[in-house]
């Protein structure tokens, strides 16, 4: 029987990009029930509470789950394919960036240069990175980015696509760099540049996604929401600086409109992707909400850098880590 309800759900809902994300999808679609996948029961409660006050009659619901704890995406799993026959919306949003300091030189020499809205764009070179290794021995940009994700489609494949599209909506970035990644270390342990690596693999396995799965009407689509001021960016530098060079910002969206800024304007091209037929739509395309200096957004489109064999290893490596851990785990 074909289920009536649209089901959505989004990992690192609760706040940021993850929490405008829902605020749209709720007031876009009818009839859609929304799924929260966070770690901290309390600040789910608090978002939830939050998107009642607006959305009165909306069906709200909250599974703990922590990308970084592979165990845990097992748990939550097991509780979605509970809870639902099938999902239309998966969202895949959660992440961390852990920074440790900006390269001033670097900021200050790319802001000069031809190479400036590249800089502004992908953050290349202007940052130091730290990363840590979890419980499960896994790097935790890694797992927290990318595998927690992985692991949570392999598990839910079975309530997605059938006899309706699943749409799975990653949130990458511009900062998704080839010369970031090693193919002998996907789990960057000894590069300096964890994360633009751990968004080159979601670009990469959204792509093989879709070369496996289009015939089941799953596909996947990757998205970049720009440079937002979230907890994220608040690592990068405090958040009274940004307010500080909030005018600056907008007035170099002139010639880098990816300087999004609000989590509302940064959703822009996640939101939209759920309104569109993804039959239709590029597998190898990533998907980017820019914004204009009058506030216009728009979403354009990037083809993906991403060769098959690349491809094919990322998502074998992927699948092997997957079944050691559901060896251990189930």
């Excluded at 790319?110 to 730290?130: D, F, K, P, Q, R």
């Excluded at 749409?167 to 633009?196: C, L, V």
């Excluded at 970049?224 to 958040?239: D, K």
């Excluded at 910002?249 to 990816?258: A, D, E, Q, W």
């Amino acid at each position: 029987m074909k289920r009536l309800q649209k089901v959505a759900v989004i990992t690192g809902g609760n706040s940021g990009i993850g929490l405008s994300v829902c605020e749209r999808l709720l007031t876009l679609h009818n009839n859609l029930e929304l799924c929260l996948l966070c770690r901290n029961k309390h600040r789910a409660e608090v978002a939830k509470n939050a998107l009642l006050v607006s959305h009165t009659q909306s069906s709200i619901t909250i599974v703990i789950m922590d990308t970084s704890d592979v165990k845990s995406v097992f748990k939550a799993a097991q509780d979605l394919k509970q809870r639902y026959e099938g999902i239309d919306y998966l969202y895949l949003n959660a992440g961390i960036m852990p920074v440790t300091g900006v390269n001033w030189t670097n900021v200050v020499k790319g802001v000069l240069s031809s190479n400036c809205a590249h800089v502004l764009s992908t953050g290349e070179g202007c940052l130091y990175h730290t990363d840590e290794t979890t419980k499960d021995g896994l790097k935790n940009i890694f797992a927290s980015n990318l595998f927690g994700h992985y692991t949570l489609i392999k598990e839910l494949e079975d309530r997605l696509g059938g006899d309706k599209d699943t749409q799975i909506i990653w949130t990458s970035s511009r900062a998704a760099m080839k010369s970031s990644f090693d193919i002998t270390d996907i789990q960057h342990k000894n590069g300096e540049n964890p994360y633009s690596s751990s968004k080159y693999v979601i670009d990469t396995v959204s792509v093989s996604l879709n070369n496996k799965l289009n015939k089941k009407r799953i596909y996947s689509h990757t998205t970049c929401p720009g440079l937002v001021m979230s907890n994220l960016t608040n690592g990068v530098l405090p958040y009274w600086i940004w307010c500080i060079i909030y005018p600056l910002l907008i007035m170099l969206r002139l010639f880098c409109p990816s300087l999004t800024c609000s989590s509302y304007i940064g959703s822009e091209a996640m939101v939209w992707l759920s309104t569109q037929n993804p039959q239709l739509l590029k597998p190898e395309d990533k998907y980017n909400s820019d914004v204009d200096i009058f506030g216009k957004t728009h979403v354009s489109i990037v083809k993906l850098d991403i060769d098959t064999k690349t491809e094919e290893t990322v998502c074998s490596k992927l699948d092997e880590l997957y079944k050691e851990f559901k060896t251990k785990y189930c």
